[in-house]
T-cell receptor, first 111, second 114 residues
């Protein structure tokens, strides 16, 4: 089945850019998502990209997709302490298939 | 516009008991998916309901069952609770009929089994 891998930890200084990486195995993945989870909370949809796109920018967030390498990244510009959270990469083939998640990357922002 | 809501927020049960968790989808959504998130892990798919039927199921035992009502809300039932069922249970909604595949999550129900 589908496998999604992420590095577990990332630490950055406030004001720097953060880059969180993700790899996946299913080339049929149609939608690729980034969700944010703060302590004790549910999942907040941050952004997503369709598989026919290479890049998507949304304010401080930039998503890059390399379909050949099955690699997805999320760049957060001007990282703030409020960005400290766990970030999950998730992939979806179609609406009636399961969303498959990575284990999450814990982002720590140092003031 | 209300987002996805779940109840209760927290629940404590003992081994062998049964539990029911509830979810109301986002307005305009007709599909509910349930996920289990163990501590330090990513969410794992349990099952998906659409048109009051279970459409997809993940690798979970029959102790996990569900239901979807005509108003699209859903319940997750877990029987004969085990210590390993302690987790955050997340509900997500989307719309298969409306071809809105992106899933939006509720705040979750934290289940502790003692």
């Amino acid at each position: 089945g589908e496998d999604v891998e992420q590095s577990l930890f990332l630490s950055v200084r406030e004001g720097d850019s953060s880059v969180i990486n993700c790899t996946y195995t299913d080339s049929s993945s149609t939608y690729l998502y980034w969700y944010k989870q703060e302590p004790g909370a549910g999942l907040q949809l941050l952004t997503y990209i369709f598989s026919n796109m290479d890049m998507k920018q949304d304010q401080r967030l930039t998503v890059l997709l390399n379909k050949k390498d099955k690699h997805l990244s999320l760049r957060i510009a001007d990282t703030q302490t409020g960005d400290s959270a766990i970030y999950f990469c998730a992939v979806l083939r179609t609406g009636n298939t399961p969303l498959v998640f990575g284990k999450g990357t814990r982002l720590s922002v140092i003031a | 516009d209300a987002g996805v809501t779940q109840s209760p927020t927290h629940l404590i049960k003992t081994r062998g008991q049964q539990v029911t968790l509830r979810c109301s989808p986002k307005s305009g959504h007709d599909t509910v998916s349930w996920y289990q998130q163990a501590l330090g892990q990513g969410p794992q798919f349990i099952f998906q309901y659409y048109e009051e039927e279970e459409r997809q199921r993940g690798n979970f035992p029959d102790r996990f069952s569900g239901h979807q009502f005509p108003n699209y809300s859903s319940e997750l039932n877990v029987n004969a609770l085990l210590l390993g069922d302690s987790a955050l249970y997340l509900c997500a909604s989307s719309s298969l009929a409306g071809r809105k595949d992106t899933q939006y999550f509720g705040p979750g129900t934290r289940l502790t089994v003692l």
